[in-house]
């Protein structure tokens, strides 16, 4: 099998495996519980969550655990929304969200919010003028992801602070940075606000969190008793928590080898697909080698992806939240419908090697070939 997905999910690492498996069997109390097994709980929620604050040099008071990203941004955007309608109603978010912030948007749009769409370049990047204009004094809210989840354009969020809070000191800046982290350094003390989720970066699937600056209030979305945290009531999930923490430990080491390394792998496959008649690379200045776009305009993505799929080969078409449908990343960045109907996302990881990459181009060619034919255009 050839996985090539990583930015739709990641395995679960052994190690955070081993970490889950070790957790759920040792240390069987509620962290809210009064007695001694209770306290072992809250000893080493504690330290999970002072391990993960430290590794994104934050408070461990400001880390809220969540469900996944889905579940911060909600948390993030509805949160903020109602926690300051009565300083204003106005929203920013750019065009280069994932599909859950426009969900969200379109929620928040149907109960009186007004949600502003900032302007990009043709690389992708924020137009600052734009941003500039459309902050106002009632602006509670700006969110832009840190790195898109289609093109994987990454946004200059330290800039992007400077020009918003140059307008409105009052604006929350949120971000997205579910496919920053782990891929690359990422600074929380650029936003009030971020969101993330473990299963990017080889941890389980269901947990995450949103960090939200002690500097800031937002309003909870779930209510319920638990002294652990206002904004996330009920029995922390400690196995999950724990093996969080180890993921983002081993997620942010050596970020700067592994990224040279899948820069490498990213370069390999950009040189060899170019050559294809029929093909568009859908990559810009601000592209991060993990994520790699490409156009087949003369054949269906749904069929590509299918056919690599039987030969054990898996991509994505757009993201894995919004298969099937237009890229909006690439309509944002190629204004170009065509193109945007015939994306394949190949998403690469520190765990992949030159020879799933060899074997990945081979087959790649074998089924472009075969489909071409198909169609007659050989
Ligand atoms: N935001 C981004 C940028 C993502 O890539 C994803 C996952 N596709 C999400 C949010 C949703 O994350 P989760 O699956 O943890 O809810």
Redesign the pocket.
Known sequence: MIYLDY??TTPISYDVLDTYNKVSKEFIGNANSLHSLGLKSANLLESATKQIADIFGVNASEIIYTS???EA?NMALIGTALANHKKGKHIIVSKLE?P?IYVICDYLKSIGFEISYVKNDNEGLIDFDDLKKLVRNDTILVSI?AVN?ELGIRQPLKMIRQIIKKENMGTIIHS?M??AIGKIPVNFHDVDLASM?A?KIFGPKGI?FLYKSSMIKINPLIYGSGKTNELNPGTPPLPLIASLSKACRLATEELEKKERFITLLNDKIVNTVSKYPNILINKTKYSIPQILNISLMKIQPETFLHALEKKEVYVSTN???SSGEVSNSVIAVYNDIPRAKHTIRISLSSVTTTDEVNKFLTIFNEVYNSLSELKGEK
């Open positions: 930015s739709a996944g990203a889905t941004n994932h859950s992801c989840s997205d579910t496919q989720s299963h995450g993201t894995a939240c």
